[in-house]
């Protein structure tokens, strides 16, 4: 079983920046794909970036050259530096996990991962 426990959020102003973390217990899947999700109340739920176990990434349009998705490995953590915060960035941030298979063209469906955090709200302010 896996386990994934969020942390990192707060409030900033626009234009500010955020690393968001995520730990991963239990068992250490070869092949995965992981990836960043984020909420706003009536709002669905949004694919925002995503890494698999041979370091791909992908990323939803409105974070582009703004958000970095990255891992550690050794440290089984998963990160996203999130900078030029906007306030329409302001939700709350989850991190999932689907093991046995790379990210593909499904990485940004909810409904396609099996293990979820418990998530980390993300506010900015103008």
């Known amino acids: 079983q896996v386990q994934l426990v969020e942390s990192g959020g707060g409030s900033v102003q626009s234009g500010g920046s955020l690393r968001l973390s995520c730990v991963v217990s239990?068992?250490?899947?070869?092949?995965?794909?992981m990836g960043w999700f984020r909420q706003a109340p009536g709002k669905e739920r949004e694919g925002v970036a995503a890494?698999?176990?041979?370091?791909?990434?992908s990323y939803a349009d409105s974070v582009k050259g703004r958000f970095t998705i990255s891992q550690d490995n050794a440290k089984k953590m998963l990160y996203l530096q999130m900078n030029s915060l906007k306030p329409e960035d302001t939700a709350m941030y989850l991190c999932?996990?689907?093991?046995?298979?790379?990210?593909?063209?499904?990485?940004?469906?909810?409904?396609?991962?099996?293990?979820w955090g418990q998530g980390t709200q993300v506010t900015v302010s103008s």
């Open positions: 999932a996990r689907r093991p046995y298979d790379y990210c593909s063209g499904s990485w940004s469906r909810a409904w396609w991962y099996g293990y």
């Open positions: 890494i698999d176990s041979v370091g791909r990434t």
């Open positions: 239990g068992y250490a899947h070869s092949t995965y794909c």
